[in-house]
């Protein structure tokens, strides 16, 4: 698979306010995909403008044409299976078949507890999001579904005429752990992963590197598990979150380097964050858009 460079835009910008061009200069600079974070809220933007994801994706569909549109990621915080698949069988017909569901297990941040409910437990989190993706996976490829699980239910609930993408939109599974790894294995088209988060502060890229590489493994073996080639699986790194992401965008040879490393070791898609000036994603603009239209051109 050949390397594909997408974005990812925070929804901090009123659409009327700088929002909508950033989506479409999104698609002018060539991106493979623009993503959007689903929070209700997010760290150190808690406090300031923060828009939904969907109604977001749902307008960036009708100010672009042929730019992959999506959430990295989802997560069952405050998400229902039933209302989600319909908003996203919607966004799959308005957009023509242009979005991927990023979907993770969800941590412990705002969103966790904003429904007024105790945060879950790690294994309450994996529980949850076995039973969620299972369910989510039948409600895009049924025309009627009733199920009762442990966390979620769904009584003859209808998705006519279902998604454009047949048999349903991609999903781009984010997991590290067993469990997840065997969801992605089972019902991704796309793995993802920031890297490991025990080296954020303190880590060398090498040492992210060996942490990727064996990322990467478990997630074959995963594959492997269930008689599924992981090379028709796409591996998606968001960046930003490893030992380089203070380096990353300063220029595009130095983009070009981080980003040739990775494919290397079995990467098929870099995510990078458009800049947010005064941010932890602050970067210099002319830089962020040369690397969006030289650095595959110069990967060869």
């Known amino acids: ?33 623009a993503y959007t974070y689903d929070h209700l809220s997010w760290r150190t933007f808690r406090d300031g403008p923060w828009f939904g994801a969907v ?6 569909a009708g100010v672009t044409e042929r730019l992959r549109l999506g959430t990295l990621v989802t997560s069952p915080n405050f ?10 069988i919607s ?8 979005i991927t569901l990023g979907i993770g297990a969800g941590g412990n941040g705002f969103d966790a507890t904003v429904l007024a409910q105790e945060a879950w437990t790690p294994r309450e989190r994996a529980d949850r999001f076995a039973e969620f993706v299972a369910l989510l996976d039948r409600l895009l490829t049924e025309g009627a579904v009733s199920q009762a699980g442990d966390f979620y239910a ?17 999903f781009a599974v984010a997991a590290t752990g067993p ?55 796409e591996k998606i790194l968001l960046t930003g979150f490893t030992p380089e992401r203070n380096t990353l965008l300063e220029s595009v040879d130095a983009f070009v ?32 858009e040369a690397i ?9």
Request: hydrophobic share 40%; proline share 6%.
């Open 79 to 88: 998400r229902h299976p039933v209302t989600l698949a319909k908003e996203l």
């Open 55 to 60: 109604p977001t994706l749902t307008a960036a």
């Open 1 to 33: 698979m050949n390397l594909r460079l997408s974005t990812v835009i925070l929804p901090v910008r009123p659409w009327h306010g700088g929002g909508s061009d950033q989506w479409v200069r999104a698609e002018a600079l060539g991106f493979h995909s």
């Open 179 to 233: 469990r997840g790894l065997k969801l992605a294995a089972r019902y991704g088209q796309a793995w993802v992963t920031t890297g490991d988060p025990k080296l954020f502060e303190t880590g060398t890229p090498e040492q992210s590197r060996d942490a990727l590489r064996g990322q990467l493994a478990r997630f074959e073996h995963a594959c492997a598990e269930i008689g599924r080639e992981a090379e028709t699986v």
């Open 292 to 300: 969006a239209t030289e650095a595959l051109a110069q990967l060869g």
């Open 154 to 170: 769904a009584e003859e609930a209808r998705n006519i005429p279902g998604c454009v993408q047949q048999p349903r939109l991609p």
């Open 257 to 288: 380097d981080f980003a040739g490393r990775h494919r290397e070791l079995g990467f098929t898609e870099l995510v990078v964050h458009a800049p947010i000036p005064d941010s932890d994603f602050a970067a210099d603009e002319a830089v962020f």
């Open 91 to 98: 966004l799959d017909d308005i957009s023509a078949g242009r």
